[in-house]
């Protein structure tokens, strides 16, 4: 009998094994690169002070501060006091103190390499195909989009990894997700990885690592596969991956941290052995129609309560927590959402915070006003994001328009130092996660792409961005 192909993961996951997975123990796993920032390493670090250990390979740590920075510009961190809540504002000061005391590199606020970790990893071309990274935050599946294998760590586990570089995992499944078609004008990734986690629910890939596949994917761009495989955590799955392909190749070439010279021609040999065989087989597979796909909002109060902008809220059926979750969002089953009343629009996280992101809100917002009653923040993802976008105009379509354009950071992601939609509010919002109150006490968030975000922020209402020329 053939002996069965092996999907991308297991390849990866078997160049990683250190001690094999038992019954009674998990395997033992190498990590090639540890993503850190200041909100689950504070623990880390008294563990390890605790335990009088030290940093096992500090080259192999990549250090940002992103959740609780300010997104207005500061001069010294004594302006922490006036512009940062205080638990944020100690956490940073920790991050600082920590990094030195340990001997890691930070990319402090005065770096021009700080940013969003999901952001910047990328960009510095630390993430990389076929390697294992992990950082204490679940987005980490983000770097997938490379062909890593990425996903988001405990703080204990921080602990463990900065103690010995090594991580106990159990071998998750694998799903393989089919694209198929081309993405239509005006629909984005974010509508893609939408769908899917409408299509499968909140814990459809649980357990698995999704492999995403298919005719449609050599036309997504890296930044792109990053915001399908950042939201596959939101499907339950424990990571999102694309095999490596020439786009691949060509983003990493001469990043800061990419291989060089004869390094850089062995990597490229390397990555291309880095695909799931033709006789492969997945636990599950699911096909998505990407050709057929409309925008797509959410409507409830987690991601996968997902409709095409164009649809109505569905019926709940006597489902107590969907009834609860419309009554949350204050929307009502086969009512429309297009044309709703919104007051905060967000444009940045670590899903859609990248140059290409910024583009597509700009070519829609570029000579037109947004809505008086509607607050917009455009937050870039990194202070290199900041710089391009920049250099390309785009700060002055969006200040024009009277939105906010700011300095990098989590922001309005998950609301902090005033970056907040209030109680009651309705916010349109680019990022990832639509829970209760997630973007500040009582707020309400409709997730949606940079473009419906956008059209949107013009009328302050729910809009189709098909209406506007777009790219
Ligand atoms: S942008 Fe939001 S989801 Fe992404 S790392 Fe920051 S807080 Fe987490």
């Known amino acids: 009998m053939a002996s069965k ?72 961190l004594k302006d922490l006091d006036i ?13 600082i103190q920590n990094c030195k005391d340990f001997g890691i590199e930070l990319y402090d606020f005065d770096s021009d ?27 980490t599946s983000t770097h997938g989009a490379f062909g890593a294998l990425a996903f988001g760590i405990g703080t204990t586990e921080v602990a463990h990894v900065l103690a010995t570089q090594c991580l106990l995992q159990r071998k998750p499944k694998t799903l393989a ?18 769908k899917v986690i409408g299509e499968i629910g909140v814990d459809g890939g649980t357990g698995h690592v999704i492999e995403y596949r298919g005719d449609t994917v050599s036309s997504l761009s890296l930044e792109q596969r ?17 095999a490596p392909d020439d786009s691949t190749i060509e983003y990493l070439k001469d990043r800061p941290f990419s291989p060089k010279g004869k390094d850089w021609e062995k990597s490229i040999a390397q990555w291309s052995e880095l695909k799931s065989d033709d006789n492969a087989v997945f636990d599950k597979e699911l096909n998505i129609d990407v050709h057929l796909l409309e925008p797509m909002i959410t409507f409830g109060t987690n991601p996968g309560m997902v409709m095409p902008i164009n649809g109505e809220v569905p019926d709940h059926e ?56 509607t607050r917009t923040l455009i937050v870039p993802g990194s202070q290199n994001v900041k710089k391009e976008a920049e250099l390309l105009g785009l700060d002055k379509i969006f200040r024009n328009s009277g939105a906010e354009w700011r300095e990098s950071g989590c922001s309005m992601c998950l609301g902090m130092n005033g970056d907040t939609v209030g109680k009651g509010q309705l916010a349109v919002s680019t990022s990832n996660r639509n829970f209760e109150g997630r973007q500040g006490v009582g707020s309400r968030t409709i997730l949606a792409s940079p473009k419906t975000a956008a059209a949107s922020a013009i009328t302050g209402t729910v809009q189709d961005p098909r209406q506007y020329e777009v790219r």
């Open 5 to 76: 192909g092996k999907t991308l993961f297991e390849k990866i996951w078997e160049q990683h094994i250190v001690v094999p997975e038992t019954k009674e123990t998990p395997a033992l796993i190498y990590i090639d690169l540890h993503l850190i920032h200041e909100v689950t390493t504070p623990q880390a670090f008294t563990l390890l002070r605790e335990n009088n250990l030290k940093i096992r390979a500090p080259k192999k740590i990549l250090a940002t501060m992103d959740h609780s920075t300010p997104t207005v510009p500061i001069q010294s």
């Open 83 to 95: 512009v940062a809540e205080k638990g944020p504002a100690q956490q940073i000061r920790d991050m």
């Open 113 to 139: 390499r700080r940013g969003i970790v999901h952001v910047i990893g990328p960009e510095l071309g630390a993430t990389q195909p076929g390697r294992t990274m992990v950082c204490g935050d679940s987005h």
């Open 177 to 194: 997700v089919n694209l198929n078609g081309r993405l239509n004008k005006g629909v984005s990734a974010k509508d893609i990885i939408l």
């Open 226 to 242: 990053m915001t399908i495989c950042n939201m596959s955590i939101e499907a339950g799955a424990k990571a999102g991956m694309f």
């Open 318 to 373: 006597g489902n107590v927590s969907f009834k609860q979750a419309l009554n949350y969002m204050q929307v009502e089953s086969g009512k429309p959402l297009l044309d709703h009343p919104i007051d905060v629009v967000f444009i940045g996280s670590c899903t859609n915070s990248r140059l290409s992101d910024l583009q597509d809100a700009a070519t829609i917002l570029k000579g037109r006003k947004v809505s008086e009653s």
